[in-house]
């Protein structure tokens, strides 16, 4: 009999039936929060620009709700930006002043990026001779994709604007890797 009770209670407590159904959460669909913007802000610079006389330079961006917004895969939307440059003389006066949307640079960027896109920063680069040099990108919100862009302010008030094609590498040894000859085999 007590073989008989040990036996039943060995069957009800190791007779479990295994299952091979894999039990995971649910994977719930991330819902776009509020739009995304950027932080305004402001830089300034003095400069020694045309004929050794300075330039107060400053770039404003600020974030711009009446710009049309821009949405990613998710379809989170992002607010696109509004930047204000402004050149001043010492005196005051002002040289330069120009507003810039995404839609400035869109003979320079592709149509994904016109689409998809934000004007995403304009900052002071160099003082190259008569010109002064901005750097300025249009990127996809939250990532490292971007269009590299070069704004150029002559001492005239002429603008130019191209994309960046130049690799900012200042590599001091390019000569010695430039002169380097297979010499070792001959």
């Known amino acids: 009999m ?3 009770a040990l036996g039943a209670a060995l069957v009800a407590c190791g007779g479990k039936k295994k299952s091979d159904d894999i039990i995971a959460p649910k994977v719930e669909k ?3 929060s509020e739009p995304v913007k950027m932080q305004e802000y402001k830089d300034t610079n003095y400069v020694k620009w045309v004929e050794g006389r300075y330039y107060h330079l400053t770039v404003l961006r600020q974030p711009c709700d009446t710009l049309p ?3 990613d895969e998710t379809g989170q939307k992002f607010v696109d930006n509004l930047f204000q440059m402004t050149v001043t003389r010492t005196d005051g006066s002002v040289f330069f002043d120009r507003k810039f949307t995404k839609n400035s640079f ?3 960027i592709n149509e994904d990026y016109q689409n998809t896109g934000i004007l ?3 900052v002071f680069d160099k003082v190259d001779g008569d010109w002064l040099v901005f750097a300025a990108s249009v990127a996809h919100p939250q990532t490292d994709e971007y269009i ?3 704004i150029k302010l002559s001492r005239m008030g002429v ?3 191209s994309q960046d094609t130049q690799m900012d ?3 001091p040894r390019k000569d010695i890797e430039e002169n380097t000859d297979d010499e070792d085999g001959v």
Request: overall charge neutral; glycine content about 4%.
């Open 2 to 4: 007590v073989l008989a």
């Open 30 to 32: 991330v819902k776009p």
């Open 69 to 71: 917004m821009v949405k």
């Open 106 to 108: 869109n003979k320079y």
């Open 120 to 122: 995403e920063g304009i």
């Open 148 to 150: 590299p862009l070069v």
């Open 159 to 161: 603008l130019e604007i």
């Open 169 to 171: 590498t200042d590599n």
